[in-house]
């Protein structure tokens, strides 16, 4: 039941500042950049232990990548038109040949031109989207973690953290 | 700072490790799924898979009672397999590639009988194995069906007796009752001619007695007489006529006789029987079968294996991968080795098979090798198969060969009992099959070469006359081999059989001039009736008028005489003076 729960806790708690605002950012990119991104290839594997295995606030980067899956799917065109004129530049054919003649290599997915094209796109926005997070957060949390304690379904969340803390102490 | 948190890293590796685990039964029941689902899709039937095994980390893939199920049988399966063994090359699965460099399959065999229904749900259902082909409404089948025409017209000519029908026998008939009425008629007139003389001859002598009493009698005597005479020389003149009429008769009956003789001509002419012919008519039914079985399983072969641009493809549904320049790319799927082993029936025994099928690729175009099939029996029939599925062109080809000496056949009829046919005992056969579909185009030759073979010959009733029975055993009897050929032209679609075979030309040389002089004397015989016939009606018709003009002629020239008599002096003075009492002159007394 608390493995189940543990996501919505660890939101609960990041906006409650339990976490800091930049591993809050760090996650909410990581996020953005997994839902940009097509899955089925190693990239979007990359990006998922990257979310789990840093330590950044994965629930955070969890709905992140939520929400940036269905912002993702409308920007397809875009992304495939960027990643059509990188994948075919003349000068990178060398390099892409030898990463996709590499092991593996077909698998990570970097010729397809919609996840080459987000990827770069995700790239592109991390430094933006950690640093407005970061503001935001920053700015946010106070106010939001005073307005969330109010309500009954953080408190027992929280005791929830408290439960799980306690039985792993 | 820490930049991982092992506590929280280690036990998600150990759940990685756990779904690792599980990954080697998944991909197994996904490799089943696969199996299970695609498989219809191909095959037009059923696929069963009982178990399969999959390990990712060994690049190992066991497939175990697989069952293909036949489209056209429910109950039966087209192939079936024990063991399925496949070793994936590592290297190539990171590089999204199932490459097989060896596999070994077991336990393979065709036509076992399935406990559940192959059949598709309607809905699943998809074409048969190939459509059906009209091998048998070809030129071949016309051909047969023209030599069965050609048995039927000859049992009917045969039979036929047309002597009913023939115009002379009835006009012979006709004449020879009109011809005794005639002559009844013609006798009985004379009598009544002869009498009437008769009496008037009397009549004339008694009035001669007494010519006063008599006068007016005397006074028309001589009107009577002349008609009489008319009449005497009516029925002479008939008499004369009636030779002239019995020979007119006679030509009417020899004009109508000719005309009968054409008529029979024309009905009991045979028509040349082509050896071809025969052949088709004696062979068709029972090479239709195995032909078509033939172009059917190369059908199923172009269908499983299709040709560029139909193949399935699973495309990424987002983007477009690109090929990169300088990249050399091979066919996802690529089965370079399969060592076969199995068991089929070959003429109603079981033979173990043993062979090789190399080069299977879903990309025949990348891999730029054909798939080839080596297939060998081991044991006392020694059958060499090979097939060549090329789909490395932008035309696809298929080449089958197949080579078999020592081939038993069994007993068998060939053509049809109600007509004829031909009792061929069981016998040894080498048997030789080159089929190339090349695009659409079909061409192929099957040679079957029998040997040790006895012919019985078996005829319907009407058409097994002693010496067309004779003669076709004498001549089938002097057989031991049948050379038969078959040739394939046209399309996949439409199909286009020749049949050649050692047994028409034999069969048409014994039947065809025996029978056409059995009804050469068949002909004869019927004309000969005719004639008979005919003959006897106009010798009777000849007699009776000969025998009629014997017996009339005497009768009119009696009369004829006595109306001379009557005629005669007397008459030419009918009233002299003595007659009316006068004395004759110088006579004394009155």
Known sequence: MSFLFTPLRQFAGALLGNDSPRQLAAGVTLGMMLGLVPKGNLIAVALGMLLFGLKVNRSAGMVAAVLFSAIGTFTDGFTHRIGKDVLETAWLQGAFVAIYDMPLGPWIGFNNTVVMGSLLLAIYLSYPCYWFSAFSFEALQPKVAAYLRRYRVTRVLLGLQLTTKWQEA | MRIFRWGYLLPRLAILCVLWAASEHGTAWLL?????????????????????????LHTRVAIKGLEIADPDQAMQNLASVELVELNLDTA???RKQAVVNHGIIRG???????????????????APRATRSHVARDATAQAAAYAANWLADVEKKLSLDARGQFESVRLAEELAAKWPAECESLSAAAKLLKSGVEQLT??????????????????????????????TQDLQARLQELPGLVEADRQRVIAARERDE???????????????????????????????????????????IPSKGQAPKFERSRGENILFAGVKRYPDVLVRTIDLHGVAQVGGRPLEIAGTLTDFTTEPQLHGQPLRLRLVTQGPLPIQVQAVIDRTRETPRDELLAVCNGLAIPGMSLGKPEHMSLAVSQSTAALQIALLLDDEKLTGNIELVQKSVDITPHLAQRLGTPEIQQALTASLG???????????TGTLAKPQVQISSTLGPTMQNALHSTVVAVIDRQRERILASARAQTEQHLTAMRSTVDSLTAEVAPLLAQPEQMLAKLLGPDLAQPFSAEQFGRLPAGSLFK
């Open chain 2, 32 to 56: 089943k799924w696969s199996i299970t689902s695609a498989g219809p899709a191909l095959t037009g039937a059923r696929v069963d898979v009982a178990e399969t095994r999959a390990s990712l």
């Open chain 2, 92 to 94: 190539a699965l990171l």
């Open chain 2, 108 to 126: 393979l065999r065709f036509g076992t009988a399935r406990e559940t229904s192959g059949e598709l749900p309607p809905t699943e259902a998809v």
């Open chain 2, 202 to 231: 009397v009549e004339t002598k008694a009035a001669n007695q007494n010519p006063l009493r008599n006068a007016e009698f005397l006074r028309a005597l001589p009107g009577r007489v002349k008609s009489l005479q008319q009449q």
């Open chain 2, 262 to 304: 054409r008529f029979i001509r024309d009905q009991l002419s045979v028509e040349a029987l082509d050896a071809s012919d025969l052949t088709a008519y004696l062979l068709t039914e029972q090479l239709d079968g195995p032909v078509r079985e033939l172009v059917e399983w190369l059908g199923w072969a172009r269908k499983i």
């Open chain 2, 478 to 488: 002097r057989v031991n081999e049948i050379s038969t050929q078959v040739v394939l």
